[in-house]
C-alpha cells in the first residue's frame, strides 16, 4: 500500500495485467477533459510482470498511484489479498466510483472490495460470454456483471446478453470498444515505423501469440503449434514475427522447445509496434483476448487458437476463425492448421461495422459516468 497521503479522486481504477493497463490509458487520457480525478490501483497480480507499466508512459499516462503485493501462495491467496488490499485503497481515497475491467482476477478482486465498501461499481467490458466455463476470465466476467452498478458494453451483442440475462436495462451502458478508439489513433502515428526486428522484403510474414495456460502449459499442444508455424513458413516461404511471452518462453525452456528458424522474436512489444506489426502481417495466429479483436481492426485476418471466444462477433462476419488447440495433440492436426492459416480471406472493413462502436468509446464511458456518480 502507498504511504503517500491520498486526496479525495472521483474514481478509483483497479488494473493488473497488460490488457488492462492499454485500456485504462485509454479511458485516463480523456480524464481531464470531463474534470474528472482517478487513483490507479495496480494489484500486482503477476509476481514479476510489470510489463503493463510500459505501456502507460507509452500511451501518456502516469504510472500507478498504489501497486499492492499480494501471495502468490496459491490463487485464492492472492484473490484474499487483492481484495483486501483493493479494499485498503477504497478506503483511503473514497472514491465516487470503482472501476474495473476485463476478467481477470483483479477485475474480480476489484468488484468484490467495492462491492464490501458499498461503492458504485463500474464494470467496462460488462457481458461478455465464451459459454466456456473451464475458463477462470468466464466466471470472473459473469460474477463481475453481477455486482456491478454500471455495466459498459462494447456492442449491441454484449448489451444484448445482459438483458437476456435479466440486468436491467438502466444498468448497462452501451459504450463502444475502448481499444478500438486506441487502434484507430495508433493507425496514422505507425504508418512510417516498422516494428522493431520486423522482417525485410515482401514475403507473407505470420504474426503470432500465443499464451493461454491450455496451450502453452501443455507440451504436446505447444510442439503442436510451433510445428504447424514451421510448415506454413515453408510452405509459403515466409517469415513468422512472434514477440514470445514470458510465460510461453518458460515452458518452452521446460519442454526443450524451439522456435522454428524461420521465426523471429523481437520480445515483448510496445503497443505501437504491436499494432503495426498487426497491421502489415499477412495473418495472425493468436490465443489472446485482444490481440483477435485487434487484427481486425488493423485490417488483418486471424486464426483464434481456442475453442471458444468471447468476441462472437469476430466469427460471424468472418474475420476471425476458432481452432481448437486440443485438436493439435493429433500429429495430422498441424496440417489442418496450417490450411485455415492460409485460406484466411480479406476481412471486412472496421470503422463502418458498428460492432464496436465508432472509436470514441472511452469519451462516450466518462461522459455517461459524469451523469452516473
Ligand atoms: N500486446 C502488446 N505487445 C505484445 C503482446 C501484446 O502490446 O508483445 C498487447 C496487445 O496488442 C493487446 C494486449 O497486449 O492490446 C493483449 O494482451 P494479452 O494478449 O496479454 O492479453 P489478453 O487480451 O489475452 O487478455
Not at 516461404?237 to 526443450?256: C, I, L, N
Not at 483477435?292 to 486471424?302: F, I, L, N, P, R
Not at 492448421?337 to 460492432?355: K, Q, W
Amino acid at each position: 500500500m502507498s504511504n503517500t497521503p491520498s486526496p479525495n479522486r472521483d474514481l478509483l481504477t483497479v488494473v493488473g495485467a497488460r490488457p488492462q493497463f492499454i485500456k485504462s490509458a485509454a479511458v485516463t487520457r480523456g480524464l481531464g477533459d470531463v474534470g474528472l480525478t482517478q487513483w490507479l490501483v495496480h494489484t500486482g497480480q503477476h509476481a514479476d510482470d510489470d510489463m503493463g507499466l510500459d505501456f502507460l508512459s507509452e500511451l501518456g499516462v502516469p504510472p500507478p498511484d498504489a501497486r499492492l503485493f499480494p501471495s502468490h501462495a496459491g490463487r485464492s491467496e492472492r484473490m484474499a489479498d487483492m481484495i483486501a488490499g483493493v479494499a485498503e485503497e477504497i478506503q483511503r481515497v473514497k472514491p465516487r466510483a470503482v472501476v474495473v475491467y476485463g476478467d481477470t482476477d483483479s477485475t474480480l478482486a476489484g468488484a468484490l472490495a467495492a462491492h464490501h465498501a458499498g461503492a458504485l461499481l463500474v464494470h467496462v467490458e460488462a457481458g461478455l460470454r465464451s459459454g466456456d466455463r473451464r475458463m477462470p476470465e468466464e466466471h470472473n466476467r459473469i460474477l463481475t456483471d453481477q455486482l456491478a452498478d454500471v455495466l459498459c458494453t462494447t456492442g449491441p451483442k454484449a448489451s444484448a446478453q445482459l438483458v437476456k440475462e435479466g440486468v436491467e436495462q438502466h444498468r448497462i451502458i452501451e459504450v463502444g470498444d475502448v481499444m478500438l478508439d486506441l487502434a484507430l489513433a495508433a493507425k496514422s502515428r505507425m504508418a512510417q515505423a516498422f516494428p522493431v526486428a520486423w522482417p525485410e522484403g515482401d514475403l507473407p510474414v505470420m504474426v503470432v501469440t500465443l499464451h493461454r495456460p491450455g496451450t502453452v502449459d501443455d507440451p504436446v499442444l505447444l510442439e503442436g503449434a510451433l510445428s504447424a508455424i514451421e510448415r506454413w513458413a515453408q510452405k509459403t516461404g515466409g517469415s513468422v514475427y512472434f514477440p514470445v511471452h514470458p510465460r510461453t518462453r518458460k515452458a518452452m525452456e521446460a519442454a526443450g522447445l524451439k522456435l522454428p528458424v524461420q521465426a523471429i522474436d523481437p520480445g515483448p512489444l510496445g503497443y505501437l509496434d504491436m499494432q503495426s506489426a498487426l497491421a502489415r502481417g499477412t495473418v495472425v495466429l493468436t490465443d489472446s483476448g485482444g490481440v483477435q479483436k485487434e487484427a481486425w481492426y488493423q485490417g488483418t485476418a486471424a486464426v483464434i487458437l481456442r475453442s471458444t471466444t468471447e468476441w462472437r462477433e469476430l466469427l460471424e462476419i468472418k474475420a476471425s476463425v476458432l481452432f481448437d488447440p486440443a485438436q493439435l495433440a493429433v500429429n495430422s492436426a498441424a496440417a489442418d492448421l496450417v490450411e485455415a492459416l492460409i485460406g484466411r480471406p480479406a476481412v471486412p472493413a472496421v470503422d463502418t461495422s458498428g460492432l464496436f462502436g465508432e472509436g470514441r468509446a472511452a469519451a462516450t464511458l466518462l461522459h455517461a459516468l459524469v451523469d452516473r456518480i
